[in-house]
């Protein structure tokens, strides 16, 4: 017959089976939060793929904002040389 270790009274329960008994619940909850990670390590991935691809966007946005302002602001000059302003 095995008996659970929880289901005695705690005068029973010598110091040292109750340190093994906390570290086992320790352990438990370990891996749940181990398994929660795991399963949603996929989701980072995609994550950090979307996350990369934004960053190149923007990248790829601020030189045509660059290159459009550089234009802009030299038909603004040409328009002043030609109004005299």
Request: hydrophobic residues 40%.
């Amino acid at each position: 017959v095995v008996t659970d270790p929880t289901k005695r009274s705690s005068a029973q329960v010598s110091p040292v089976e109750k340190a093994k008994m906390r570290l086992e619940i320790a352990l438990a909850s370990l891996e749940e939060v181990l398994k929660e990670k795991v399963a949603i390590a996929p989701e980072t991935d995609d994550l950090s793929k979307d996350l990369d691809t934004a960053k190149q966007k923007i990248a790829d946005l601020q030189m045509k904002n660059l290159t459009i302002a550089t234009r802009l602001d030299k038909a603004i000059d040409k328009m002043k040389v030609i109004t005299g302003d």
